[in-house]
């Protein structure tokens, strides 16, 4: 029967990392997969990491199962910075471990699929692996711009997307820092949307994967806490693999907000049949190195001097492309300085993409997306010539 199976095309950037590893060229540039990097080109554990996973080797004592929810300590531990001071909402707020960001994003998809969910409204271009979750479930994706061509978020669109949005629809929004234009909804603009979000009879599904590197870990957590504030419900997809540099270990988590505290119980029980359907339980090293870090007030502040150094470096990044928008007119590049996160989409052809890949040896997604943190002091230069040799 599996010779059945059709071919899938490879994912685009793995091969691109392929192609990036199989260049001998030691200049180089890799734009393509979306980790944090050094200004020497790495993406080091975190110190804060390191020192919790030294304290985890001592103090754990057993490995033995816990249970679909993965370590609720972890769970919990993240939740005011997320959520803020009353992190629970007067106990309306609880959540799960997930296997990463992605998880949260099933487990999301699956349990509003449960609820009656048939349609997900989406801002596009998205992360692709949000569609590719929905198609899996069998849920239709509507699609919205997600940006106009000017780099600013197209708030019309959102806000008709969600005024068109039906009882059995959902809403998916990025939190912070967005995958892959790094366009992100002003706190006036957020405040629209979670008003809309309150008339509309759409559950509400935010994706936060970024939270911490756009402009520091309560401003990107203004949409998420304005966007709660207004509803009775919604779901919350976390990641903690850019933000605590945990990437293959696979650490995230999923809350859901209630209408009550009585009303979480069904909801959780459901959330752990899914989970138990899919991967049983999660991972635990990851999240249980991210507790050790935030019940630790010397590795939180490791933790957060890191992120503070991370947030400085790209917003350097930004600006320096930002200034580079004279010498190459036609891209966009002074709309990156208001821009977050670890992305950018240049409106650049196959062609140009192609020339820069094959001529000047950087490596970027064929949307055009890049990965800021893949540029630095040492390259960043080099990146700006390329990019007016191609566009000239
Ligand atoms: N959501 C978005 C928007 C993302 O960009 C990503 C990862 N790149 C994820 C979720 C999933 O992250 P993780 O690696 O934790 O699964």
Redesign the pocket.
């Known amino acids: 029967m599996l010779d059945r199976l059709q071919a899938q095309a490879p994912d685009a950037l793995l091969a691109l990392i392929k192609l990036y590893a199989a260049d001998p060229r030691s200049d180089k540039i890799d734009l393509g997969v ?1 980790v944090y990097r050094t200004n020497e080109g790495a993406t080091p554990v975190f110190k804060a990491i390191k020192a919790a996973e030294q304290a985890l080797i001592e103090e754990q004592d057993s490995k033995s199962y816990l249970g679909p929810e993965g370590d609720l300590g972890f769970v919990h531990a993240l939740m005011p910075y997320i959520f803020g001071k009353d992190a629970t909402m007067g106990g309306r707020i609880e959540g799960m471990q997930t ?7 099933r487990l999301a998809a699956a349990v509003a699929k449960a609820a009656g969910v048939t349609r997900v409204h989406m801002g596009t271009p ?2 692709p ?2 569609a590719q979750i929905f198609a899996d479930l069998g849920l239709e994706l509507v699609a919205f711009t997600h940006a106009t061509a000017d780099g600013a978020a197209d708030i019309e669109a959102v806000l008709g997307a969600i005024g068109d949005a039906q009882d059995g629809d959902a809403v998916l929004l ?1 939190g912070c820092c ?3 234009t790094g366009v992100d909804y002003t706190p006036d603009q957020w405040d629209a949307i979670a008003d809309a979000l309150a008339e509309s009879p759409a559950l509400a599904i935010l ?4 939270h911490g590197l756009g402009l520091g870990l309560e401003e990107d957590a203004y949409g998420v806490r304005r966007v709660l504030s207004k509803l009775g419900e919604a779901l919350v ?1 976390y ?4 933000n605590f540099g ?2 293959r270990d ?3 988590a999923l809350y859901v907000l209630a209408k009550s505290a009585d009303g979480l119980p069904p909801i959780l029980s459901n959330l752990n049949a899914l989970a138990r359907a899919n991967w049983s339980m999660p991972p635990d090293h990851g999240g249980a190195a991210v507790r050790l870090v935030l019940r630790n007030p010397d590795r939180t502040q490791m933790w957060l001097d890191e992120l503070d150094d991370m947030r400085a470096r790209m917003r350097r990044v930004r600006e320096r492309l930002a200034a580079a928008d004279n010498e190459v007119p036609g891209l966009g590049l002074a709309a990156l300085a208001d821009q977050h996160g670890l992305f950018a989409i240049l409106p650049l052809s196959k062609e140009q993409i192609a020339a820069l890949r094959e001529d000047h040896a950087i490596y970027m997604a064929g949307s055009g997306r890049i990965n800021i943190a893949g540029l630095h002091a040492g390259n960043t230069e080099k990146f700006i010539a390329a990019l007016k040799a191609v566009t000239a």
Request: glycine fraction near 16%; charged fraction near 15%; proline fraction near 7%.
């Open positions: 979306g296997p990463g960001g992605t998880g949260a994003v998205s992360w692996n949000h990025h967005h995958n892959p994706d936060s994967a970024y997809a990641s903690c693999d850019k945990m990437y696979r650490v995230g």
